[in-house]
């Protein structure tokens, strides 16, 4: 037994590796084992020398176990030593770069419109998008013939059988936020309208939502001349360049005179170049309140008088970041963000500076 101890211990002392720690259990204490083949000879002695042959056994049993186990933990720290010398981590190394989101071009021209108007004293206000079809029509003087109350244009929300309240419609423009606010406030006022409105009509430039900004100034004394400084003002600011405007006499239910209005544009190899060149394009309606849009709001014409105008949000994106496709705003990735350039917020102000 002394010398079956002796030459494992220090077979095990000398073991390399666990695989080499493993075959000297086998052949140490395994079912075919030196030491459990001599356990198995305990069967043959006699009372007598299995009570002095058995402790000695068991305790040679135990200490080459132990011994076997002490090698293997010295085994793993070793190799965990090893390891930890050579994949050594710098935490003072920056972190791996991470894809980083951008502001959509809508959420971004509609700040920069913001800002621009706010400049100008004007407020922004704000009404639900389910409208009924008093504030969306009526009281925009809107008679019941037009074709824009027909539910090929419009969207009407359900009513159920026996539902005897007011139809209500997904507004189709902001300006039912005018009469609100005139409602609330009274006059004089001055406020823009940005938010997402819905029509029944979908191609390269229409979509059934969108976004639209309208503008609404009243006071005793404005004219057509002040609607043509603010909107040339408003061009000048957010295509950073000295804009022309062209007023063509039109005809909206919600305003008397109208006007449609165009700027100076230039189109050369299949893009629009704002604020150089003779050719016009068309951007916005625009007018002097109708007095019964006044009345409509609790504002009396006689003594009050202003002027209102509407643009598309997204066109005029389309039109300062060179998108061809008012659908892509809608139904794109990132990789189409980045191709025009939106990452970061810089807002253009009246006077030509950036904030953030």
């Known amino acids: 037994m002394d010398e079956l101890r002796s030459k494992y211990l220090t077979l095990i002392a000398e073991a390399g590796d666990e695989a080499a720690l493993e075959t000297l259990r086998v052949q140490a204490v395994g079912k075919k084992g030196e030491v459990s083949l001599q356990m198995r000879e305990l069967g043959r002695m006699s009372p007598e020398e299995r009570q002095v ?22 085994l793993s720290d070793a190799a965990l030593d090893e390891r930890l010398r050579s994949e050594w981590l710098d935490v003072t190394l920056p972190a791996r770069p991470r894809r980083q989101g951008s502001i959509h071009p809508v959420s971004q021209v509609t700040e920069e419109v913001t800002a621009i108007f ?16 008093w504030y969306n029509f009526d009281a925009l003087n809107i008679p019941g013939h037009h074709p824009a109350r027909a539910e090929m244009d419009t969207f009407y929300m359900h009513r159920a059988e026996g539902d005897d309240r007011p139809p209500h ?14 409602e609330a406030s009274g006059a004089p006022t001055r406020i823009i309208c940005p938010g997402r409105v819905y029509r029944a009509d979908y191609d390269q430039t229409h979509t059934p939502m969108f976004h639209q900004i309208e503008g609404l100034a009243i006071d005793r004394d404005i004219s057509m001349a002040n609607l043509k ?9 957010y295509f950073g360049t000295a804009v022309k405007t062209r007023f063509r006499a039109s005809h909206f239910p919600f305003t008397e005179p109208s006007a449609e209005v165009d700027i100076q544009c230039s189109f050369e190899g299949g893009t629009v170049k704002v604020g150089e060149g003779d050719d016009w394009l068309e951007v916005l309606g625009s007018g ?18 202003g002027f209102a105008f509407g643009m598309g949000i997204d066109r005029i994106a389309m039109l300062k970041y060179g998108i061809p496709d008012l ?16 990452a970061a917020l810089d807002v253009p102000t009246l006077h030509g500076g950036l904030s953030r």
Not at 53 to 74: F, R, T, V, Y
Request: charged share 25%.
């Open 53 to 74: 042959a058995g402790p000695k056994l068991n305790a040679l049993k135990d200490e080459i176990n132990s011994a076997l186990a002490a090698k293997k933990q010295a």
């Open 118 to 133: 706010a400049d100008m004293g004007f407020a922004v206000a704000e009404g639900p998008q389910v409208e009924t079809d």
């Open 169 to 182: 419609v997904l507004r189709t423009h902001t300006s039912p936020v005018q009469i609100r606010s005139m």
């Open 229 to 237: 400084w603010v909107l040339e003002e408003f061009f000048t600011a």
């Open 288 to 305: 002097m309140v109708h007095p019964h849009v006044l009345k409509s709001a609790g504002v009396d014409p006689a003594e009050w008088q």
């Open 327 to 342: 659908r892509a705003f809608f139904d794109s990735d990132l990789r189409w963000l980045r191709h025009y350039g939106f």
